[in-house]
């Protein structure tokens, strides 16, 4: 349940950000049923609020998604499906599906197999009708900056990157990428400072 | 096709290849400490990038404006252990108050 009212939450958030940022209801109702991974979909709309091109959008957005295919990899030998179902399951392979099936590995392969497809599946429905409502409620709005959706788009960015700022390393990290973003704004075309950081990460990962 | 359409069906197309490659690619290709490891950072590189840009850039130019208030509101109710929905409410509303009164 508890589940169920965040990811309704970040819906809301998405919906609202791709409108306020330009898309289209339509487009960010395609993102949510296509695309499906909350931090990949953010990018996407955040580096064309940017003034980014669609290329630079791409590849943010899919550097972000490469987490996804690590996802698969883990699921894979436990869910064991082959044509359709597989296509399905690979779509549905996301931070909360993983992480609930891992969750129930303790209590058996079918354990793991129901938390995976349940929670997978539950997360999509709840994903698309929230991101349809939030960007039917930005289009209603007119001026975002009047009900503050310019700042609900940093702030959400801010919230998912926040649990993963574990330790001193991982803060300092982020806070080096904030302001190397940060000063290449003025210098390089809009979309390459978000995207360079993670070259930084790529090179800082590989010394470590 | 516009720059909208290309990014949204581009990201799409994208995303669902990497999902699908993880159940299909032996196991060993991805599973290297390394790229676990540099899995882990990407995201965090980028979303800060993605925070500051939002926060403080209009296309390629710096400013200053009611977005400042709003992201550090949103950095307290962050540090007050507050759920996704009050931290982005919270920046929403003081920086809309901002922005309609000041």
């Keep these: 349940m508890s589940v169920s009212i965040t990811v309704g939450a970040y819906g809301v958030a998405f919906g609202a950000a791709a409108v306020a940022n330009g898309f289209t209801v339509v487009q960010a ?11 990949s ?37 436990h869910l064991k499906v082959r044509g359709l179902k597989r296509v399905v399951a690979a779509q549905i392979t996301i931070d909360e599906s993983t992480g609930v099936a891992l969750g129930q590995e303790p209590r058996g392969i079918v354990a793991m197999r129901k938390g995976f497809w349940y929670t997978g ?13 939030g960007a039917l409620g930005a289009q209603a709005m007119g001026d975002i900056r009047a009900f503050g959706l310019d700042s609900a788009v940093p702030a959400a960015f801010l919230g998912l990157v926040w649990p993963r700022l574990t330790g001193n390393f991982e803060r300092a990290l982020a806070v080096g990428c904030a302001l190397f973003a940060i000063a290449m704004t003025p210098i390089l075309p809009a979309g390459l400072p978000i995207i360079a950081t993670a070259f930084i990460a790529i090179a800082v990962g590989l010394k470590r | ?26 196991e060993r290709w ?12 990407i995201p965090i590189a980028l979303l800060s990038a993605l925070v500051a840009v939002q926060s403080f850039s209009e296309k390629s130019q710096l ?12 950095t307290v109710a962050l540090f007050l252990k507050a759920p996704f929905p009050i ?3 919270s920046a929403a509303i003081s920086s809309a108050a901002v922005y309609n009164w000041l």
């Design chain 2, 1 to 26: 096709m516009t720059t909208l359409w290309i990014a949204t069906l581009g990201t799409s197309l994208i995303a669902f290849l990497l999902k699908y490659s993880g159940h299909s690619v032996p």
């Design chain 2, 63 to 74: 400013v200053i404006d009611q977005r400042v208030v709003g992201i550090s509101v949103a």
């Design chain 1, 121 to 133: 599946i539950g997360v999509f429905v709840f994903w698309n009708l929230f991101t349809l409502a």
């Design chain 1, 29 to 39: 109702c395609l993102l949510s049923l296509l695309t499906f991974s909350g931090a």
């Design chain 1, 41 to 77: 979909q953010f990018a996407v709309v955040g580096v064309i609020g940017a003034g980014g091109s669609a290329i630079s959008a791409i590849a943010t957005a899919s550097l972000l998604g490469v987490r996804n295919a690590l996802y698969g990899v883990i699921m894979a030998p």
């Design chain 2, 87 to 89: 931290v982005v409410l």
């Design chain 2, 30 to 41: 991805l599973s290297h400490p390394k790229v676990q490891r540099i899995n882990a950072l």
